[in-house]
């Protein structure tokens, strides 16, 4: 397709171009739009600066004359003999404000559209939002606002562009290019914005073999996954070491019916151990799977036989162990025979709204709002070991091992229907079908955070060796999650603390001005706010507070605070409407007394607080106490700040 | 100045101008450089876009008349009359790369060049560097290095314009303002990039007030800060309780002669106290006052009959409490009788070379080559108790309090003739003299790290509170500081790990593909690569790894490795030559021995290694090994990671 053909069957679909002209080689055209740059438009000559046959910033009719010939002879120079066939291309040189609009297909994600700055520079600034090829208006008005040329539309420099000019455009660009699916690349750079819409200054098409469309893939009518009634253990230890001793342990609170199966018999916790499910009778709805790889699709057979709606298979040497066989003979069983499949190669589930733990990480946890999804059970374990510490509780916890069946999509839609569930966190490796996991974030009710891994070739590598999935571009992935309105976090521990946790206005009571100063720095860095106070808070402050005081957020209360102007700063500060949360900073000074000053945090301030408590061997006795308490507190500044 | 008077004035300087002509309103110029913008020149029309008096993309004589008239049809419509001084301007209109060059009179630094990218984004993208007024080239072109636009230098999307040409430009424009001082604000914007040098687009100037140069303000022929010989600390106390027991305590490996006053007399660590500075006999060059703030005056003075050079003022209560008259005494009589000063509100000084001791924070820290300055008490003490924790030596510690006197220019100076002293880390929240901060870094002969706080109004109004110092604009900070080759931290631990730690190829040997995965991420956060395995690498972690290890790095070892198998791969790993560290990640899986596991660390590999330890209760005990043995460990990935 010649670039003047590609323009008039964007015209066809009413898209905006800047005025160019096409004409044979020996026409004279009548042009009014100077000035222009003139190009050859020829099958021979597909590298065109490269041949000396395009020229810029022609300005008269006498000027394009004197560059039509100088083109035609710098082509024959180069030995090529054009012909009736080849025309020029006269096209208008505008200035403005450039944008980019751009098609790929990506791997993991489809069809996309890329919208940012253009021109030259579009590598180099990456200043580039994704939007889905089916993201409506607000999707693609809120994808747009995450750019900084976003901008000219807000008043910038006077630029008053209205943005629904651009989205109108990306509306009829998702159209074209659902119309056309041979196109595989779509580039239209520069976009040229003015007042009457966007207008098309350069185009450049490839099409090609379509993909597959990755829309629509899920398996429809799946049971429930998170409902549960005869729950069956196969692969029972006695062995207090053994994943099977520790998962038949957690799960005793169930409420429903258990059974432990282990080859060798007996009794375990007061319960009988069935050498075989087929002693077992009646149906078995959910069944757990610890036993040696070899001998599980063996299992699920049997399972099979009983109705088995939900399966978690612990066992790993599949395809991490380069097994790939054997996860797809899983995968057509759990298709043929409608059940869901968790793992292989995981450490397990967790379904608070049935005291259901089937998992073999620490125990006594608490309830919570939270269902966290984790691709990799170390990452969940290291995660549950932290939630313990900081008293975080859990609706749900989803060790997803290598996701041969239920992948993130559908886990997110079950997680619609769980009341308990407010929040749902996710640490992913890679994400197989990127259009259905946008689409269920787009449609989920619940605030969903994610942690994603693999921004880079190496960690690319790590985790394909690790899982055997690919990562996508880091890049694309943020912007189109970002666009469907879900968080990516950078620290995988704000997969626990973010949640129920939206920190917005932050106050700083300290003993020391320099860590409250870096304090306020990372605060910054993560785009938070220090509350200011008001006149009369101020003065409340004034009463209790040593004439040099700092007078201002950070509260700075002294070097020589002891425990009760902590307790007297805390009683004003806790008052104040504005303040979401509180950092207590307390450093070792000569006589500060750093137990009494974090008991301070038992009492019930109505606030969140969160003690900081630098420093060393001093800090020890009250870091203990908050530790024992199960209260959260942070021992760097960095880490208090980190995951907000 | 109109703006072609100063074109015409930089013409002269040797600037290049696109092409310009100045004509009267009722002449008609000879144009051969279309397209051109007219412009008014008017003193009486200030804001020429907003009285219509701008016409931009005129092509030819004829539209030029045109525009003439609606510009003068415009501006009498706003009731303005133009006569015989009011001038047309017609500039070419020229495209290309558009680069900013400006200048700015910083209270902090001075007079300082802005460079980057240009156009009407220029504060969108903020693409630019930092320029002293007196760079040399080779600091201009590590400037310039540090934009994107930079690449435009290096081939980006073929263009092969020569640095040079930018440095030959910023030259003429420091020369220029240099010229002249009164000068306050010069905007270059756009400078178009061509083949022929840069050409002036468009400019604007502000002259005002020259500031005074900072330049040269430091004091001459002081005493060298770093050499004592007896030494002599007021205050001293036998409550322990007290920093004048800690200093005095911390002070007796003191070679040299060491006198301790306490008005009350008696005797401290075998020492006699003398009740006064009078009962000492001869001279006394180095004094440490730990005394209230009111007697402090009345003992300098003392002292300076015993003919002092080096001043140590513990004792807080003076500008930090509101009190800058005492400071300013101080001051004056430091500059008269021209000994140093440190503090006052600080805690002390260390000077590693001569064993000299007197600082109130933690006590056995290791000597090593890192000299460290910090702005903050409570934060210097924070890292001394990470470095005695992580077993990080000092050759020198200056607590700078309130900066009286000394500043980090200074210091920065005498330690250049501190052999022992390789690296310098400065915790600073306020720069005092920008201009002479920068010629001391320029000229130090050691590599200095420097971690700055004051990102925002809110961290600038703690700085302030703090030490009453001004926190100058962070980016100009981090760009000026970058440019005569320092390190900007983004992490104040950076301050203690990374000097002496250059890490560039890095491999990870972990029992979990997950938070290896993490820890990859976060290592590019950083910009730090990950080793590429050679083959023969691989086959030889072949030989004493399972099947199904990663084949690549991070070289997961599976989460069924015990010690041994940690140990073997070591004794692999430690022999490949591009590895400059390891972090041996470690997480608890079911058998994991993670004390056996971080015994093997004792050995000497010829490597840096790091283990991390993730997970909680189980880690206890391989935590508190390492603790006590003083090796520096990590309990998070972020950790780990943040300070490289």
């Not at 590598?461 to 912007?479: D, Q, R, V």
Request: hydrophobic share 40%.
């Amino acid at each position: 397709m010649t670039e003047s053909q590609l323009y008039d069957t964007l015209k066809s679909y009413g898209f905006l171009i800047t005025p160019y002209c096409s004409f044979g080689l020996t026409e004279t055209p009548s042009i009014d739009f100077f000035p222009v740059a003139l190009k050859i438009e020829s099958e021979k000559v597909i590298h065109k600066s490269d041949f000396g046959a395009v020229k810029l910033n022609i300005n008269s009719m006498q000027a394009l004359e004197k560059a039509k010939e100088e083109i035609i002879a710098n082509i024959s120079a180069k030995e090529v003999v054009l012909d009736a066939t080849d025309r020029f291309i006269a096209t208008q040189m505008v200035s403005g404000i450039e944008l980019y609009v751009g098609l790929v297909d990506d791997d993991i994600f489809g069809k996309t559209v890329v919208f940012g700055m253009g021109g030259v520079f579009l590598e180099l600034y990456k200043d580039v939002c994704y939007i889905d090829l089916y993201a409506d208006n607000a999707e693609i008005r809120h994808a747009i606002g995450l750019t900084k040329i976003s901008k000219v539309f807000e008043g910038f420099r006077g630029f008053d562009f209205s943005i629904e000019m651009a989205v109108e455009f990306i509306r009829s660009f998702q159209n074209f290019a659902k119309a056309n699916p041979d196109i595989i690349e779509l580039d239209f750079n520069p976009v040229i914005l003015t007042k009457a819409g966007l207008k098309i200054a350069d185009a450049r098409i490839k099409k090609g073999e379509q993909k597959p469309e990755k829309l629509g893939t899920l398996r429809t009518n799946r049971p429930p996954f998170f409902s549960n009634q005869r729950v069956v253990l196969i692969g029972v230890s006695s062995d207090t070491t053994k994943v099977g001793y520790s998962i038949a342990k957690n799960s005793l609170r169930y409420g429903g019916e258990l059974f432990f199966v282990n080859a060798k018999g007996g009794e375990l916790f007061g319960k009988q151990l069935y050498t075989n499910i087929a002693h077992i009778e009646g149906n078995i709805d959910t069944a757990v799977i610890m036993i040696p790889s070899k001998r599980v699709t063996e299992s699920i057979k049997e399972l099979i036989e009983r109705n088995l709606q939900n399966l978690i298979i612990i066992s790993a040497g599949f395809k991490e162990a380069g097994d790939n066989e054997a996860e797809r003979i899983i995968l057509s069983l759990s298709q043929q025979h409608n059940f869901n499949v968790i793992g292989p190669n995981c450490l397990g589930y967790l379904n608070s709204t049935e005291n259901l733990n089937l998992t073999f990480g620490i125990g006594g946890l608490k309830n919570g709002k939270l269902a966290l999804l984790s691709q990799s059970g170390a990452v969940l374990s290291a995660l549950m070991d932290k939630a313990y510490d900081a008293g975080i509780g859990f609706s749900h916890l989803v060790s997803c091992g290598n996701m041969v069946d239920l992948d993130f999509a559908e886990m997110i839609d079950m997680l619609n229907h769980e009341e308990m569930c407010e929040y749902i966190s996710i640490y992913a490796e890679g994400i197989q079908n990127g259009k259905e996991f946008l689409r269920a974030i787009r449609e989920s009710k619940k605030k969903i955070y994610i942690f994603k891994t693999g921004k880079s070739i190496e960690s690319k590598k790590a985790a394909f060796s690790h899982t055997g999935n690919l990562s996508g571009n880091y890049a694309m992935f943020k912007g189109l999650i970002e666009s469907v309105g879900a968080k990516i976090e950078k620290n995988i521990e704000a997969l626990l603390f973010n949640p129920s946790n939206e920190v917005n206005s932050i106050l700083i009571v300290t003993n020391a001005g320099g860590p409250a100063t870096i304090l306020t720095d990372y605060l910054i860095d993560q785009d938070k706010t220090l509350y200011t106070l008001s006149e009369d808070e101020l003065q409340a402050l004034n009463k209790v507070l040593p004439p040099h005081w700092s007078k201002n957020n950070p509260v700075d209360i002294i070097g020589d605070a002891m425990a009760n102007r902590y307790e007297k700063t805390l009683e004003v500060v806790t008052k104040f409407k504005g303040v979401d949360l509180i950092y207590l900073l307390i450093t070792p000074q000569c006589m500060t007394d750093s137990l009494a000053i974090v008991q301070l945090c038992e009492r019930e301030w109505g606030k969140k607080i969160y003690p900081i408590l630098l420093g060393g061997h001093e800090m020890e006795e009250a870091k203990e106490y908050l530790r024992i308490r199960q209260k959260l507190f942070f021992k760097t500044l960095q880490s208090a700040t980190s995951f907000l």
